[in-house]
């Protein structure tokens, strides 16, 4: 069975994508602790402009938004190929392996440390291996609710407007669909996650969060531009592997119209 399962393209293909879609949703929650700034990763000096009376604003990112566009360029082709219930699922798995590692995090701080550990690294200048571990593995109980609120809304809105936009526009304007439904879905994400982290979790003022809210969307918005043509390059790359009729089989069973699909299509519809 499982080689049969592994030898269907489809479904071999959908193994794939659903693995590097968890894989790359868990690794950008990990290093979303880090914050960097963006005008020095370009080599320019840091913006410093005024939002909403927000002064001293510049483009200071967490890592983990480098990350996060591949995360709706896979929704995207997940959704053009296997259809909305398979972009659910692997978005409801990712949501429960995250947390799930972030339990795991919490028990690894909390579990005593070896005395010799601690300091094992004094010379290198970590005098505390106990603070530094806790440091990179702990975020706030309300970052992560915010994140996994935020990513999960974020798909979901993504699945719905990609349909939407699809039944209108057929197989054409796939720039449309991909990058319309990307641009709404991260500006949702920006600020649910903001607003449940540092408004809710930290009384920022509303101000504050929206005009952050606002840098974090500019940056989103031209990743999401930017990764346009990527995504026609995964559709002609995986046509080329699935063949045109499988792909274009596949397709028409992802949007549920009435041809008969391929009937190895796993998750389709």
Do not use: H, T
């Given at each position: 069975?499982?080689?049969?399962?592994?030898?269907?393209?489809?479904?071999?293909?959908?193994?794939?994508?659903?693995?590097?879609?968890?894989?790359?949703?868990?690794?950008?929650?990990?290093?979303?602790?880090?914050?960097?700034?963006?005008?020095?990763?370009?080599?320019?000096p840091p913006a410093n402009f005024t939002l909403l009376g927000q002064s001293g604003l510049s483009f200071n990112l967490t890592c983990g938004v480098l990350l996060w566009p591949l995360e709706f360029v896979m929704t995207d082709i997940v959704n053009e190929y296997y259809g909305p219930k398979a972009v659910r699922r692997i978005s409801y798995v990712a949501v429960a392996l995250i947390s799930y590692a972030f339990v795991m995090f919490y028990m690894a701080i909390h579990i005593p440390a070896a005395d010799w550990w601690v300091g094992s690294r004094a010379a290198e200048g970590i005098p505390d291996m106990q603070m530094a571990f806790g440091g990179v593995f702990g975020q706030g109980l309300w970052i992560i609710v915010g994140s996994l609120v935020a990513f999960l809304i974020g798909q979901l809105v993504d699945v719905y407007i990609f349909h939407r936009i699809k039944r209108v526009t057929g197989e054409k304007k796939v720039w449309l669909r991909a990058t319309g439904s990307t641009m709404v879905s991260q500006f949702i994400d920006s600020f649910v996650v903001l607003f449940i982290a540092f408004k809710i979790g930290a009384n920022w003022p509303i101000a504050q969060v929206v005009a952050i809210g606002l840098v974090n969307y500019a940056y989103k918005f031209t990743v999401a531009i930017l990764l346009t043509p990527v995504i026609y390059l995964a559709e002609k790359k995986i046509e080329n592997y699935l063949g045109t009729d499988v792909a274009r089989r596949m397709k028409r069973a992802a949007m549920g119209q009435d041809e008969e699909p391929y009937t190895n299509i796993p998750a389709a519809g």
């Open positions: 069975m499982i080689k049969a399962l592994l030898n269907d393209k489809p479904a071999r293909l959908f193994l794939y994508f659903a693995a590097f879609f968890v894989a790359n949703a868990l690794i950008a929650e990990c290093i979303g602790g880090k914050i960097f700034s963006l005008e020095a990763l370009l080599g320019l």
